[in-house]
């Protein structure tokens, strides 16, 4: 199930973002993604977040700004379940536009973002890690 997540819920939704990013960009430095989970922390709390339940555990979430999205984790047991989808589905509800950047490296989730609709239009670096990222939107 797919629902707006609780402030009790943060710490459990701050260790998927923890544990997705060192599993899903091991590109990028792991002292990095540590030193970035207290900012994430505060971020996520002020974030609109949609978590997915499944039997009483969160099992992914994702975080919005407005028209952009911000993240999409999935906890690595239970990727390619739908979960994604289920909260991409979710975010869309209400909305014309969705944008995103995706590290170009992390092919998984570039594929998924075309597989659901995706567009690519641009390119661009991230300055914090000096890696390639895809500009991608969806329009309804």
Do not use: C
């Amino acid at each position: 199930m797919v629902r707006r997540m609780e402030a009790a819920e943060l710490g459990a939704v701050a260790e998927i973002w923890l544990e997705a990013n060192l599993d899903a960009h091991d590109f990028v430095p792991a002292i990095y993604w540590r030193s970035q989970l207290e900012p994430v922390r505060e971020a996520i709390s002020k974030a609109e977040v949609y978590v997915y339940e499944e039997d009483g555990a969160i099992l992914g979430f994702i975080g919005l700004d407005g028209e952009t999205v911000e993240g999409l984790f999935v906890k690595k047991e239970a990727r390619n379940r739908g979960i994604g989808k289920a909260l991409l589905d979710r975010a869309r509800e209400g909305r014309d536009l969705l944008e995103l950047r995706v590290y170009s490296e992390n092919w998984p989730a570039v594929k998924f973002y075309y597989r659901e609709g995706f567009t690519l239009f641009g390119q661009d670096v991230d300055r914090a890690t000096g890696q390639d990222e895809s500009l991608m939107a969806w329009w309804a």
